[in-house]
Each structure stands twice: as C-alpha cells, then as structure tokens.
T-cell receptor
Framework: RKEVEQDPGPFNVPEGATVAFNCTYS??????FFWYRQDCRKEPKLLMS???SGNEDGRFTAQLNRASQYISLLIRDSKLSDSATYLC???????????FGSGTRLQVQP | SAVISQKPSRDICQRGTSLTIQCQVD?????MFWYRQQPGQSLTLIAT?????????ESGFVIDKFPISRPNLTFSTLTVSNMSPEDSSIYLC?????????????????FGPGTRLLVL
C-alpha cells in the first residue's frame, strides 16, 4: 500500500466550477501535511499547509481528518490558471523529507 | 524564498556513463534533499544530505549508484553512476524552509528547477 494515495484524475472541469481532491495517508505518525502544485515540466511549489483546524487561502480550502487519516483540498471558482497537478504531501515527526502522493491532475476548461 | 539552481538543466547520456548534478542555494541550509521524478510519476526521495556527514539513503537507493557530496552549507552534488535507460528521470534537489532562510515559512520546502536526464 502506498504511503500517500490520491485519485490520479484527470479532473476536467469548466471555469467557475468547484472541485475537491482527496488524499489518504497510511502512517499514523505523520505530523505535517501540505498541498503542492506542479505545473507541467516545472518543479513542485507549495500551495498551502494543512492544519487540524482547517485553513483557507482565497479560493482554496484545505482540511485534515486525523482520525480517518484523510486530507482534502477544495478549489472554488476554478480558473484556467488552476490547471496543474496537485500533490498531497506528508511528513512525520523528526523527518524533514517529504512523502509525496502520486498527484491529481486538474484541467480547467473554458 | 530560497533561490536554488541546478546544473545541468538537462542532459542526454549514453548507458554506462555517469552524470554529476549540482545544486546551489543562495543561503546556508542545514539539510538538502535529492528526489527523483520518473516519467508520469510523483517524487521519490533518494537521500538526505547533511553537511559534514554521510548522506542518508532511502530504501532502494544505494551510495554506489547515487553518491552524494555536501562540501558546505550552500552546495551539494548527486552523481548518477553507470547509467541505464531506467535512470531517465527528473532529478530535483530541495532545501528545508527552516534553518534561517530569510523570509521563509517554517514548514516550507523549496525545490530546485530540476535536471531532466535521458539515458539512451
């Protein structure tokens, strides 16, 4: 079983749609959680950290359910520029390297 | 945010040869990481490189195949040795956002632009 699992997609949505990505992780010792964004042929860049209380950054909302070991990302009012691969990332206590999910590809269409 | 550069940005190599990839950071960092991203896949950690000590390798990766140097707090190299077509991949270095990077967020990791390697 992979440590971090995501639906690979692709998710094809029209502009303005709301789209949600889910991610599950297997290591109960995981302590830090992130969503990264990777554009085609580019390096991954941090989109947002995910906190237990949930957090929002503009059109993006991230939530964490530790009991279910489940992370989500909600994108509202999708833009063409949101088209990318979204990577669910976790790390555990004392280990600063990141464990990546396989990524979910989003394609926002006009 | 940290500025990270990698050299070369891309290369095409013959099987059996070796390639050394350089990673340069614009400020001192304690930990540097090397990842691999194979075509259509996500990132996999190869090893963690600390200055002044041997690199720590992940399961499935060995020092003989991927020797790493970390001579100072701003620089590291990864060598892909005795290459085969299965080594065709993007190799990325990253640095931890902690450790004194000016303006960094505590939990961020910054990635270099990657080195795109094709082995024939």
């Amino acid at each position: 079983r992979k440590e971090v699992e995501q639906d690979p997609g692709p998710f094809n949505v029209p502009e303005g749609a709301t789209v949600a990505f889910n991610c599950t992780y297997s290591n109960s010792a995981s302590q830090s959680f992130f969503w990264y964004r990777q554009d085609c042929r580019k390096e991954p860049k941090l989109l947002m950290s995910v906190y237990s209380s949930g957090n929002e950054d503009g059109r993006f909302t991230a939530q964490l359910n530790r009991a279910s070991q489940y992370i989500s990302l909600l994108i509202r009012d999708s833009k063409l520029s949101d088209s990318a691969t979204y990577l669910c990332v976790v790390t555990d206590t004392g280990r600063r390297a990141l464990t990546f999910g396989s990524g979910t590809r989003l394609q926002v269409q006009p | 945010s940290a500025v990270i550069s990698q050299k070369p940005s891309r290369d095409i190599c013959q099987r059996g040869t070796s390639l050394t990839i350089q990673c340069q950071v614009d400020s001192q960092v304690t930990m540097m990481f090397w990842y691999r991203q194979q075509p259509g896949q996500s990132l996999t950690l190869i090893a963690t490189a600390n200055q002044g000590s041997e690199a720590t390798y992940e399961s499935g990766f060995v020092i003989d195949k991927f020797p790493i140097s970390r001579p100072n707090l701003t620089f590291s190299t990864l060598t892909v040795s005795n290459m085969s077509p299965e080594d065709s991949s993007i190799y990325l270095c990253s640095v931890d956002g902690r450790g004194g990077l000016a303006g960094s967020l505590r939990e961020t990791q910054y990635f270099g632009p990657g080195t795109r390697l094709l082995v024939l």
